[in-house]
């Protein structure tokens, strides 16, 4: 296997490219990435410092249960997530 997230990027590429191709969009399909290793080098690029991670992780585990207003919200009220960022 490959180490980097490169792997898991060209995975999710091809798959977007087949659900075009065969007419399918963001209204009809929806994907959902699951994986610290892809969010620990997502993150950084948004701005959340590296001591920041496991507790932005935390609640975006969160989403499912509470929904996103309430993850926003504990996102930018308990960690200091900027609101641009948060949207």
């Known amino acids: ?15 977007v490219h ?4 065969v007419g399918l969009g963001p209204e009809d399909v929806g994907i ?5 290793k892809v969010l620990a080098s997502i993150l950084p690029l948004l701005g959340v410092q590296e001591d920041e991670l496991a507790g932005v992780c935390v609640v975006l ?4 249960k509470v929904g996103e207003d309430t993850v926003r ?11 641009s960022m948060v949207e």
């Open 73 to 83: 919200q504990e996102l930018s009220d308990t960690l200091a997530v900027s609101p």
């Open 61 to 64: 585990d969160k989403t499912d």
């Open 18 to 21: 087949f659900f075009r191709e």
């Open 1 to 15: 296997g490959v180490s980097s997230v490169a792997a898991e990027a060209e995975l999710l590429s091809a798959v």
């Open 32 to 36: 959902k990435v699951n994986s610290r």
